[in-house]
């Protein structure tokens, strides 16, 4: 009887250690290809984008693609220009947009959003 209840405990505490070890869980409309590998969730999060405040740059999870404000105009691409090429987006500080699924995020920048370091320098001066 102790033997089987010692199996059944063994069992439990492995199957607890590999559900737990399986990293976070990212909830998205669009399956296929996961997150960056700078996004790293620690629970179970909705979220379809992610803003980087110092550089203006949006990442739209369900679309896999980058947004950002480039004179005036609002630039969607794949991957991240030339022009950005130097910045680690694991080590950039980064804001995950919880309650807006809407596929136009101006609106979302133009009334909630955080200024960027550039913008600040600006207003100080």
């Keep these: ?12 505490a492995v199957g607890f250690l ?10 998205s409309s669009r399956l296929g290809t996961p997150p960056p590998p700078w ?7 909705t979220v379809r984008y992610i803003y980087f405040p110092d550089y203006t740059i949006y990442y739209d999870l369900n ?6 404000l480039d004179n005036g105009v609002w630039i ?3 991957v991240l220009p030339a022009k950005f090429s130097h910045i680690n987006l694991r080590r950039s500080k980064h804001v995950r947009i919880n309650n807006y699924f809407d596929d136009n995020i ?4 133009n009334n909630r959003r955080m ?11």
């Design 63 to 68: 679309y896999r693609n980058y947004r950002y």
């Design 106 to 109: 101006q609106p979302y920048h």
């Design 39 to 45: 996004f790293y969730p620690n629970r179970v999060e």
């Design 18 to 27: 590999t559900f737990e070890s399986c990293g976070p869980v990212v909830i």
């Design 76 to 78: 969607t691409l794949d």
């Design 115 to 125: 200024p960027s370091k550039r913008e600040s320098v600006k207003r100080r001066k």
């Design 1 to 12: 009887m102790k033997k089987s209840y010692l199996k059944l405990l063994t069992i439990i």
